[in-house]
């Protein structure tokens, strides 16, 4: 894995233990709501042109994307960010990157879901228990972002140093990383 140690990052978001504890309060309220946030999510990106022609070009690839969208979504209020959360937040950056979904796609997407899920806290918690609860759910998506933005800043350099132009950069490099992980998993298993 390429990206910075988790305590570089978890600092330069500035999420805390206590905002880990408050995620963890809020875990049973919020994973329920992993199914009804991926059907909302999908219908999101289908209303854009780009991303419904790439999401819908496959035959099952949506409904495939909702199990994977539920996972993500109910790991991500689980409370615990370290490097194993790091590295597989990162390796959904790079599948991304490896489609050619581009980073001005995800931040919005990713402003979509914080929306759907501060919606639901200020529906169901009670006044003074919302500041924190929501200060903490901006903290977490901050990390998803950074890690995001960071499956991207390496995609693109490798695919720059690899001499791609900078608009097929991420995409190429992305296409380097995912190989060199398959390369290592066959000269694991084959040992
Ligand atoms: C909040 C933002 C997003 C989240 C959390 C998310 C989540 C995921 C997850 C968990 C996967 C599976 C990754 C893997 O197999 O390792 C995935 C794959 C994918 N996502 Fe997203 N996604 C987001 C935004 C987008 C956007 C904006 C697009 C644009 C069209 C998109 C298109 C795709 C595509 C094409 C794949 C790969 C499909 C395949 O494996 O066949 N995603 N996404």
Redesign the pocket.
């Known amino acids: 894995m390429y990206t910075l140690p988790i305590e570089v990052l978890l600092k330069r978001v500035g999420l805390e233990p206590r905002h880990a504890e408050q995620i963890k309060q809020i875990e049973h309220l919020m994973t329920p709501l992993a199914h009804e946030t991926a059907l909302g ?1 999908y219908d999101y ?1 289908g209303r ?1 042109p ?3 022609a ?2 819908w070009s ?1 035959p099952g ?1 949506v409904e ?2 909702y199990g ?2 539920e ?3 109910r790991s991500m209020f689980a409370g615990t960010y370290d490097e194993d959360y790091a590295e ?1 937040r990162w ?2 950056g ?3 990157a ?4 581009t980073t001005s ?2 931040i ?3 402003g ?2 914080h929306s759907l899920a501060m919606e639901h806290l200020m529906s169901v918690l009670r006044p003074a228990e919302l500041p924190a609860a929501l200060e903490a759910l901006t903290k977490v998506l901050a990390l ?1 972002t950074t890690l ?1 933005a960071e499956s991207y800043e390496v995609a693109t350099a490798m695919g720059l140093g690899a001499g791609v132009d900078w608009k097929k950069a991420p995409q190429r490099g992305a296409e380097m990383i995912l190989a060199e992980a398959a390369s290592r998993l066959t000269f694991v298993r084959g040992r």
């Open positions: 999510f990106l854009d780009r991303a419904r790439l999401l496959e690839r495939r994307l994977a969208f996972d993500w979504f597989k390796r959904v790079i599948m991304h490896r489609f050619g979904v796609s995800l919005p997407a990713i979509f879901v998803e995001m």
